[in-house]
């Protein structure tokens, strides 16, 4: 883990020049994980949903989409750009995420995640566990097919 001071903050539609750019750098192309700025725009107006950006050394490095909804939240989108990785930046985010949503009476915070993505290393790693799956939900660079994983973890 990085002795930097990670420096979360609460986002908004100003920062989507930001997630944009995040985005294309967090994400494989070849994978179609990225949503479109209109998405975020659409997502960022509904309501219960927030957006947290994390920066590390005064640089966006990475941010968390999440909705939530009565008693239960789904993390949407989480992503850190590959220079900031095992540094702690996804941990934060997800703690920052968790305590949110205690925060805000929800009991219980879902994800969804392809089989095989490197970050359910992280997700389990923070208390998350398999709740359900969707067989051949994502479809690979080669053709090949992946399960939708979802996962689970109480907030309190």
């Known amino acids: 883990m990085s002795t930097a001071a990670i420096d979360l903050r609460e ?9 944009d750019r995040l985005m294309a750098e ?7 994980e ?6 975020v ?3 960022l107006s509904v309501p219960g949903v927030w957006l947290t ?28 750009i590959p220079n900031a990785r095992r540094k702690g930046v996804g941990a934060a985010l997800l703690r920052s995420v968790v305590t949110d949503c205690a925060m805000r009476g929800i009991a ?25 799956e969707r067989r051949d939900y ?10 939708a994983l979802t996962l689970r973890r109480p907030t309190r």
């Open 11 to 19: 986002g908004d539609v100003r920062d989507l020049d930001r997630v």
């Open 53 to 80: 950006i994390a920066e590390l050394n005064g640089r966006a490095v990475g941010f968390a989409l999440v909705r939530g909804v009565l008693d239960e939240a789904e993390l949407l989108l989480l992503a850190v």
């Open 108 to 132: 219980s915070l879902h994800l969804e995640v392809r089989d095989g993505n490197e970050a359910i290393k992280l997700y389990r790693n923070s208390g998350f566990s398999k709740v359900g």
């Open 138 to 147: 994502y479809r690979g660079p080669n053709g090949q097919s992946y399960a």
């Open 26 to 32: 967090a994400f494989d192309p070849r994978w179609g």
């Open 41 to 43: 725009i659409g997502i």
């Open 34 to 39: 990225a949503w479109t700025r209109n998405q």
